[in-house]
């Protein structure tokens, strides 16, 4: 946990300061017992998700309710909704089996409340970018066993306005069960009851016995011993720079035709994704024998036979992907891009995914991101409706990428409409790639 002299110490953000309380550890309210022998089973698809997503949510001041007790509000109604989210107050653990699980020792929840030496408005221009970090509380730690896996910071600021800030561990939740956990928490700070409990029982993901793997999965295949060491260490060595992109819905018209081979036009997903991967890999000139992978996150939800309940906490997504050298990716089509991105989500039926649970199961792969972007859509998730009680917020994002092989795909904002894209790239590869979006 980080000391009491560094949480004193403000953090610089946007020209200005964000001062910040020592945390108080959270637990679950009643007589909730954290006993340390008890342990939280997680499924195949968590262990590779070792990471943390940083969420901010921004609230305007409103007149319909004062800002002056939000910490006290936000963190009780926190306790209450964490005895039906009670695996979020262990902390990771390995089993017999060297995989990833949670023990319930009480580790519990850091909250810290901060404010801000200016106005909220500052915060919109640096969304998605690491000048946001300020806004998200993540205690150093010496090992993965130390990490909390979820924090909260609420952050006041001059003109009244408040950001909560969100880490949470993806190997405990996907950006859907976040949001469900967002939303359950919004609703018991206004004193609301949850209407859908979480589903807690990852054994409905549980790898079969004996494992049957039917399929072959590229999303595992690991390019490092291919790629060319000079290519590859050039992206390594340099600072990245994040940018933004902005498709409004002409565009994407524009980007779908492009796409289109002689039939239907993909979706705008496919269409997107094929135009990073390609883009991407130009950007970065990969010499045309390397190879190049992109990894998508799929929700397999209802893709699943039966399908998981609704309410199901935890991840629900199947990480697919597809295989090509750079010379056919750049040199191709950006309809052969897309038709590849299409092919691998259709593909991801019920039997590829317990597939691919039964694949880990037998070989434990560790997921490489050398000569890899990492597609994820949060364009649906629905953060932007979480109500604390001062309406929906205004703005929400993520508080930077997690590392720099990502690409998320995101909503405009409130009320537009289109699709933003953050990706973060060397300076002279983000300078080629952003002449490449001019269509």
Same mark, same amino acid.
């Given at each position: 946990m980080e000391g009491e002299n560094s949480n004193a110490k403000p953090n610089l953000l946007i020209g200005g300061r964000v001062s910040r309380s020592p945390p108080v550890i959270v637990h679950p309210a009643g007589e909730f017992q954290a006993d340390g022998s008890a342990t939280y089973f997680l499924s195949n698809l968590d262990q590779n998700l070792r990471m943390t997503m940083k969420i901010i949510c921004c609230y305007p001041a409103a007149d319909r309710r004062s800002t002056d007790k939000v910490g006290e509000i936000l963190r009780t109604?926190?306790?209450?909704?964490?005895?039906?989210?009670?695996?979020?107050?262990?902390?990771?653990?390995?089993?017999?089996?060297?995989?990833?699980?949670? =023990?319930?020792?009480?580790?519990?929840?850091? !909250?810290?409340?901060?404010?801000?030496?200016?106005?909220?408005? /500052?915060?919109?221009?640096?969304?998605?970018?690491?000048?946001?970090?300020?806004?998200?509380?993540?205690?150093?730690?010496?090992?993965? !066993?130390?990490?909390?896996? +979820?924090?909260?910071?609420? $952050?006041?600021?001059?003109?009244?306005?408040?950001?909560?800030?969100?880490?949470?561990?993806?190997?405990?939740?996907?950006?859907?069960?976040a949001v469900d956990f967002l939303h359950a928490w919004a609703k018991t700070a206004r004193g609301l009851t949850i209407s859908l409990p979480p589903v807690l029982n990852r054994s409905l993901l549980a790898a079969r016995c004996p494992p049957i793997v039917e399929f072959s999965?590229?999303? @595992? $295949?690991?390019?490092?011993?291919?790629?060319?060491?000079?290519?590859?260490?050039?992206?390594?060595?340099l600072p990245i720079l994040q940018r933004r992109f902005y498709f409004d819905l002409a565009k994407l018209s524009r980007l779908k035709v492009l796409a289109a081979d002689s039939g239907a036009p993909p979706s705008t997903f496919a269409a997107l994704a094929g135009l990073v991967w390609r883009a991407r890999t130009k950007a970065l000139k990969a010499l045309p024998t390397d190879p190049v992978k992109i990894l998508l996150a799929?929700?397999?939800?209802?893709?699943?036979?039966?399908?998981?309940?609704?309410? @199901?906490?935890?991840?629900?997504?199947?990480?697919?992907?597809?295989?090509?050298?750079?010379?056919? +990716?750049?040199?191709?089509?950006?309809?052969?891009?897309?038709?590849?991105?299409?092919?691998?989500?259709?593909? $991801?039926?019920? =039997? @590829?995914?317990?597939?691919?649970?039964?694949?880990?199961?037998?070989?434990?792969? =560790?997921?490489?991101?050398?000569?890899?972007?990492?597609?994820?859509?949060?364009?649906?998730?629905?953060?932007?409706?979480?109500?604390?009680?001062?309406?929906?917020?205004?703005?929400?994002?993520?508080?930077?990428?997690?590392?720099? /092989?990502?690409?998320?795909?995101?909503?405009?904002?409130?009320?537009g409409s289109g699709t933003v894209v953050?990706?973060?790239?060397?300076?002279p590869a983000i300078i080629a790639f952003e002449e490449m979006m001019d269509f």
């Open positions: 109604s926190l306790e209450k909704v964490l005895v039906d989210f009670y695996p979020l107050d262990g902390r990771f653990s390995l089993d017999g089996e060297e995989k990833l699980i949670v =023990r319930m020792n009480g580790g519990g929840v850091p !909250f810290m409340e901060a404010t801000a030496d200016f106005e909220l408005g /500052e915060v919109y221009r640096c969304l998605e970018s690491e000048e946001s970090g300020g806004l998200v509380y993540c205690p150093p730690a010496d090992s993965l !066993f130390e990490v909390p896996l +979820l924090t909260i910071q609420v $952050t006041r600021f001059k003109c009244g306005g408040i950001v909560v800030g969100v880490a949470m561990n993806h190997a405990l939740a996907d950006g859907i069960s999965h590229p999303e @595992f $295949t690991d390019l490092t011993g291919a790629l060319n060491i000079t290519a590859a260490s050039a992206f390594s060595s799929v929700d397999c939800r209802k893709r699943l036979e039966p399908p998981l309940p609704s309410g @199901f906490f935890g991840n629900g997504i199947k990480v697919v992907g597809c295989v090509s050298t750079a010379g056919e +990716l750049v040199n191709g089509p950006l309809a052969q891009a897309v038709q590849m991105v299409q092919s691998a989500v259709g593909s $991801t039926t019920d =039997r @590829f995914i317990r597939s691919g649970i039964d694949h880990f199961e037998v070989t434990r792969p =560790r997921v490489s991101l050398a000569g890899t972007v990492v597609v994820s859509d949060w364009t649906r998730l629905g953060f932007g409706a979480t109500d604390f009680g001062w309406g929906w917020a205004s703005r929400t994002g993520p508080a930077g990428l997690p590392f720099p /092989e990502v690409a998320l795909f995101l909503p405009p904002g409130k009320g953050v990706l973060g790239l060397p300076a």
